[in-house]
C-alpha cells in the first residue's frame, strides 16, 4: 500500500465555496485495486449544512490543487468527510515516492 496525505485550505463542493478551518486529503493506492482511494477530511469554520449527497470537489492547498467526484459520508455540521468516488484530478503517481 502507498500513500500520501495533503493539508487543504480551500474547499468549493459543487461551486459552493466553504470557509475552512483546514483539512486534510488522504490518497491511498492498494496495489490489489487499479483505481486510487481517496477521502477528504475538512473542519469550516462555521456550522454548514451539507447534504449526504454527491459534490463535485475543487480542492486546494499549499502542496497543489485537485479535482474530483466525492459523497459526503458524515458531516456534524463542522466537522465533513467526503469519500472519493472516482478519479482525483491533479494526483501525480509520483508524488508517492
Known sequence: MKHRQYYVEQLAASGRDLPLVGGDLMVVRYPENPNLDWELIVRTRANEALDQ????????????????????????????????????GGFDEGDFA
Open 53 to 88: 449527497a454527491p459534490y463535485r470537489l475543487l480542492i486546494s492547498g499549499p502542496e497543489g490543487s485537485f479535482t474530483g467526484d466525492a459523497v459526503l459520508v458524515r458531516s456534524d455540521g463542522r466537522a465533513h468527510v467526503f469519500r472519493g468516488a472516482g478519479d482525483l
